[in-house]
Nanobody, 122 residues
Framework: QVQLVESGGGLVQPGGSLRLSCAASGSIFKINTMGWYRQAPGKQRELVATITTAGSTNYADSVKGRFTISRDNAKNTVYLQMNSLKPEDTAVYHC????????????????WGQGTQVTVSS
């Protein structure tokens, strides 16, 4: 089992900033891509940003220039720095990671965290 635990959500005013963190733990052999997704009430889950082991990033058009994804491979942790937040960024933000788990016979995994609420409101 690979567990993902997010932190850093909360209430912020429009134009403000938040930093989300997500730490992976368990029998991890290797993590490939880590990412952030979000789901607003009544909407489908959507991609926010992803980052590979090598550091290649991909962003949704709606967050380009405002959000920055990064990771610490030694800590199996991914971050999302969110600046210039807008009310439409309000959602539950979920962390995702895929890779191989198990030390002796590695098998693929694709895990999700429980999510952290981000609310942008004045």
């Amino acid at each position: 089992q690979v567990q993902l635990v997010e932190s850093g959500g909360g209430l912020v005013q429009p134009g403000g900033s938040l930093r989300l963190s997500c730490a992976a733990s368990g029998s991890i052999f290797k993590i490939n891509t880590m990412g952030w997704y979000r789901q607003a009430p009544g909407k489908q889950r959507e991609l926010v940003a992803t980052i590979t082991t090598a550091g290649s990033t991909n962003y949704a058009d709606s967050v380009k220039g405002r959000f920055t994804i990064s990771r610490d491979n030694a800590k199996n942790t991914v971050y999302l720095q969110m600046n210039s937040l807008k009310p439409e960024d309000t959602a539950v933000y979920h962390c995702n990671a895929d890779g191989l788990r198990g030390l002796y016979y590695p098998t693929p995994f694709d895990s999700w965290g429980q999510g952290t609420q981000v609310t942008v409101s004045s």
